[in-house]
């Protein structure tokens, strides 16, 4: 099956400096990329996605890049800010047969914006 | 529009007693997951359901757990009998059934503990 690895497992970052996360996924059929954000005590949110088809995608701050040969994509937030702080989460999945998508998540990285 | 809730937010039961997790999906939702975090590792994948069919129940631990989803609407998940490892946060997940819209909105989770 899918395996997602996510670091750091904790990432600490001065307001305005910009953090990177990055995953690694096993399965080469993967192709539905999200990120989601868990504030503390609050249901995970999702921030950004991306497709296989596409080899970056911005948002504002937000930005996502995909190398599929490698394997790996990357959340990028510039001008962090304390509100970002939270529990990030990548994912990875493939359509199943029907519809729908099992997502495999990564460990999670504790992002800390200090002031 | 209403959000993915969950219920009860918080259930602290004892080893070998029964606990029963309610989901109700965004209204429309035909897609509704499960998954589970077990002391802050990763958000795994339990089960999945297309209107009341289980599409996909291979992340299930064993058979003490037992999910439904009765009329395609909400869902339960039971614990029976609750074990100590089975002490973490359930989140239910819902999107639609289309081919290129797959965002999972998730709920705010039942934090279970066993004591």
């Known amino acids: 099956g899918e395996n997602v690895e996510q670091h750091p497992s904790t990432l600490s970052v001065q307001e305005g400096d910009s953090a990177v996360i990055k995953c690694t996924y096993s399965?080469?059929?993967?192709?539905?990329f999200p990120w989601y954000k868990q504030e503390l005590g609050k249901r995970p949110q999702l921030i950004i996605d991306?497709?296989?088809?596409?080899g970056e995608k911005k948002d504002q701050r937000i930005a996502v890049t995909l190398n599929k040969t490698a394997k790996h994509f990357s959340l990028h937030i510039t001008e962090t800010q304390p509100e970002d702080s939270a529990v990030y989460f990548c994912?990875?999945?493939?359509?199943?047969?029907?519809?729908?998508?099992?997502?495999?998540f990564g460990t999670g990285t504790q992002l800390k914006v200090e002031l | 529009e209403a959000g993915v809730t969950q219920f009860p937010s918080h259930s602290v039961i004892e080893k070998g007693q029964t606990v029963t997790l309610r989901c109700d999906p965004i209204?429309?939702?035909?897609?509704l997951y499960w998954y589970r975090r077990v002391m802050g590792k990763e958000i795994k994948f339990l089960l999945h359901?297309?209107?009341?069919?289980?599409?996909?129940e291979s992340g299930m631990p064993n058979n003490r757990f037992l999910a439904e989803r009765t009329g395609g609407t909400y869902s339960t998940l039971k614990v029976q009998p609750a074990e100590l490892e089975d002490s973490g946060v359930y989140f239910c997940?819902?999107?639609?059934?289309?081919?290129?819209?797959?965002?999972?909105?998730f709920g705010a989770g039942t934090r279970l503990s066993v004591l």
């Open positions: 997940a819902s999107s639609q059934l289309t081919g290129f819209s797959n965002i999972q909105y």
């Open positions: 399965d080469s059929a993967s192709n539905y």
């Open positions: 991306i497709r296989s088809n596409v």
């Open positions: 994912a990875a999945s493939k359509e199943l047969t029907g519809g729908g998508n099992k997502l495999t």
């Open positions: 209204s429309g939702h035909d897609n």
């Open positions: 359901f297309v209107k009341e069919s289980k599409q996909d």
